[in-house]
């Protein structure tokens, strides 16, 4: 006997719920402390001054003030220089 009725079913229709990712406050805007500034999968932005990153990645400020964003060339370990972007916030 077949498990499957005549209606048939599909094997598709799995997928997974978006994670909301990206830049959450923006160059100028004011932050408070431990709000997100970023959400990332990896290290793409990196953290500058009154700024961390959580376990899971995610860019957060340590005090009030604004968020700045710089692009940075630094030094990679092989010796060519590579682009970074650092976040920080500016005290108010």
């Known amino acids: 006997?077949?498990?499957t009725k005549a209606k048939g079913t599909s094997k598709l229709g799995r997928d997974s719920r978006s994670k909301r990712l990206g830049v959450k406050i923006f160059a100028g805007q004011k932050v408070s402390?431990?709000?997100i500034i970023i959400r990332?999968?990896?290290a793409k932005y990196f953290a500058g001054n009154?700024?961390?990153i959580g376990s899971d990645d995610t860019v957060y400020a340590k005090t009030a003030g604004?968020?700045?964003?710089e692009y940075k060339k630094i030094r990679h370990f092989s010796g060519r220089l590579k682009g970074k972007t650092i976040v920080s916030v500016v005290a108010a």
């Open 1 to 3: 006997m077949a498990h």
């Open 33 to 35: 402390p431990g709000e």
């Open 40 to 42: 990332q999968r990896g």
């Open 50 to 52: 009154n700024v961390k």
């Open 66 to 69: 604004r968020v700045a964003f």
